[in-house]
C-alpha cells in the first residue's frame, strides 16, 4: 500500500511538471508571437512614413529621417553641425527582433 502511494505520488508529479513545461511553453510562444505583432505593426507604421515621405518629393530635398513630420528641422539641425558636435539616437527596442532586443 504504501509502495503503491508513493509510485502514485510520482506519477501525479510528473504530470505536474509536464503540465507546467508545456504552460510555460505555451507562455513563451505567445509572448514572441505578441511581439512579433507588435514589431510588425511598427514596421508597417516606418513603411508609411517612408511611402509619404517619397510621395511629396521630400526625398529630392531632405533625408530620411524615420519620421512622418519634422524632417526639414531634423536636416537643418544637421546643417548647423560642426566637428565634434555631439549627437544621441535613441533606438526603438520594440521594432527589433526578439532576439537582439533581449542581448
Known amino acids: 500500500s504504501d509502495k503503491f502511494a508513493t509510485s502514485r505520488c510520482a506519477w501525479l508529479r510528473s504530470i505536474l511538471v509536464q503540465q507546467v513545461f508545456a504552460a510555460s511553453g505555451a507562455g513563451v510562444i505567445g509572448s514572441l508571437t505578441w511581439w512579433e505583432v507588435q514589431r510588425n505593426q511598427i514596421l508597417a507604421t516606418q513603411e508609411a512614413y517612408r511611402a509619404r515621405y517619397r510621395e511629396t518629393g ?3 530635398r531632405f533625408p530620411f529621417y524615420g ?3 519634422g524632417y526639414e528641422v531634423d536636416y537643418m539641425i544637421e546643417l548647423g ?6 549627437c544621441v539616437a535613441v533606438y526603438s527596442l520594440a521594432a527589433l527582433p526578439v532576439t537582439h532586443a533581449a542581448a
Open 58 to 60: 521630400s526625398e529630392t
Open 67 to 69: 519620421k512622418d513630420s
Open 81 to 86: 553641425l560642426k566637428p565634434g558636435d555631439r
